[in-house]
């Protein structure tokens, strides 16, 4: 099974941050991945396809890039709405797998 | 607009079995597969399996084969999904999900998730 390695597993930071998220594949999986975010007892909301393609609706402040191994997700500036807890998958091969999440607070 | 809606809360002995349903709208329900993701209290995304609704193929994460059965029912445009010998580390929340193109698992449709808790 591919693993999928995330972090940091939380972090704290200010409104108007920039706050950057990575996920190490291993093996390779090219740009297979997906980024989502999910509020309390909510079901998870997909921000970022293909590792850099934003979802339709989705605010440009979220972006994500990196192919191959190394992935980062970012939001340039953030929002008290985006305190969440933020998951990568890869979809290169069965068993699709998840990163441990991070969760993200003001 | 999409919609996918899950059975209710379900609370099962050790030992049980649960059925899920997956009631989908506003697509053709043949043309994307369906998949199942589970969350136990507290912890992250496990990806339990998927189904085709076209032609019933399946395909089950390891840990769930012999326990876990897909189904689907193209007149209600409904997924199943049954989970046999239930175990307290299955207590979680299953959520159903689509993807949002063909022949890729971004998901971007989901249902409200099922809470299914195993206690004695």
């Known amino acids: 099974d591919i693993q999928m390695t995330q972090s940091p597993s939380s972090l704290s930071a200010s409104v108007g941050d920039r706050v950057t998220i990575t996920c190490q594949a291993s093996?390779?999986?090219?740009?297979?991945l997906n980024w989502y975010q999910q509020k309390p007892g909510k079901a998870p909301k997909l921000l970022i396809y293909?590792?850099?393609n934003l979802e339709t609706g989705v605010p440009s402040r979220f972006s994500g890039s990196g192919s191959g191994t190394d992935f980062t997700f970012t939001i340039s500036s953030l929002q008290p709405e985006d305190i969440a807890t933020y998951y990568c998958q890869q979809y290169d091969n069965l068993p699709l797998t998840f990163g441990g999440g991070t969760k993200v607070e003001i | 607009q999409i919609q996918l809606v899950q059975s209710g809360t379900d609370v099962k002995k050790p030992g049980a079995s649960v059925r899920v349903s997956c009631k989908a709208s506003?697509?053709?329900?043949?043309?994307?597969?369906i998949n199942w993701v589970r969350q136990a209290p507290g912890q992250g995304l496990e990806w339990v399996g998927w189904v085709s609704p076209y032609n019933g193929n399946t395909r089950y994460a390891q840990r769930f084969q012999g326990r876990v059965t897909f189904t689907t029912d193209t007149a209600t445009n409904t997924a199943y999904m049954d989970l046999m010998g239930l175990r307290g580390d299955d207590t979680a929340v299953y959520y159903c999900t689509r993807a949002v193109g063909f022949d890729t698992y971004c998901f971007g449709y989901w249902g409200q998730g099922t809470l299914v808790t195993v206690s004695s």
């Open positions: 093996p390779d999986i090219s740009d297979y």
């Open positions: 293909g590792a850099s």
């Open positions: 506003g697509y053709s329900f043949q043309t994307f597969g």
